[in-house]
T-cell receptor, first 116, second 113 residues
Framework: GAVVSQHPSRVICKSGTSVKIECRSL??????MFWYRQFPKQSLMLMAT?????????EQGVEKDKFLINHASLTLSTLTVTSAHPEDSSFYIC????????????FGQGTRLTVV | GDSVTQMEGPVTLSEEAFLTINCTYT??????LFWYVQYPGEGLQLLLK?????DKGSNKGFEATYRKETTSFHLEKGSVQVSDSAVYFC????????????FGQGTTLQVKP
């Protein structure tokens, strides 16, 4: 199957700083990428849909100024958590949709963010 | 709106036991249905899928059948192994072609030797 690479896998940052997470589709073009957040022992919550070359579409209740999403190319989307606080600590997962025959979504390995 | 409901976990089984994880859904139209597996500290991997009623998805000994009449997509495996220990998510993708997935809450499976 197609590969989606997410980086970093783990990051610890100080409260008030910003953290950037990258999501790359390695062997296919992804016009659409998705960012999810997963709380401990809970399901994945869709945060936003990222479309190449246009503004991201955020789900209700997600602060767009806090979670900045950029999708500048067909293979890269970034999520920047600005002015991070301890409550932003979570597991963030991206997925990229293969717009080819299958239309299947492939997931990155996730990023464990800890804000101290 | 669309939703997915999974049986609550954790599910604890002995090796070689039979596994069933229930999943039911609510959706308008005819969604595609998926099972994803998440191993500790990792992202999600697609386990199997079904795109229309009566389709059976299968992979690695796991099976699930798309039942429109009962709006269900239960995951089964005849003989689990310790290596199957993971969190399993049922999900649906609507027909709006956005690619969005709606996930159930996940079911933790622990298989003991």
């Amino acid at each position: 199957g197609a590969v989606v690479s997410q980086h970093p896998s783990r990051v610890i940052c100080k409260s008030g700083t910003s953290v950037k997470i990258e999501c790359r589709s390695l062997d296919f073009q992804a016009t659409t990428m998705f960012w999810y957040r997963q709380f401990p022992k809970q399901s994945l919550m869709l945060m936003a849909t990222s479309n190449e070359g246009s503004k991201a579409t955020y789900e209700q209740g997600v602060e767009k100024d806090k979670f900045l999403i950029n999708h500048a190319s067909l293979t890269l989307s970034t999520l920047t958590v600005t002015s991070a606080h301890p409550e932003d600590s979570s597991f963030y997962i991206c997925s990229a949709r293969d717009m080819g025959l299958t239309g299947e979504a492939f997931f990155g390995q996730g990023t464990r963010l800890t804000v101290v | 709106g669309d939703s997915v409901t999974q049986m609550e976990g954790p599910v604890t089984l002995s090796e070689e036991a039979f596994l069933t994880i229930n999943c039911t859904y609510t959706a308008t139209g005819y969604p595609s249905l998926f099972w994803y597996v998440q191993y500790p500290g990792e992202g999600l991997q697609l386990l199997l899928k079904a795109t229309k009623a009566d389709d059976k998805g299968s992979n690695k000994g796991f099976e699930a059948t798309y039942r429109k009449e009962t709006t269900s997509f239960h995951l089964e495996k005849g003989s689990v192994q310790v290596s199957d220990s993971a969190v399993y998510f049922c999900a649906l993708s609507d027909r709006s072609n956005t690619g969005k997935l709606i996930f159930g809450q996940g079911t933790t499976l622990q298989v003991k030797p």
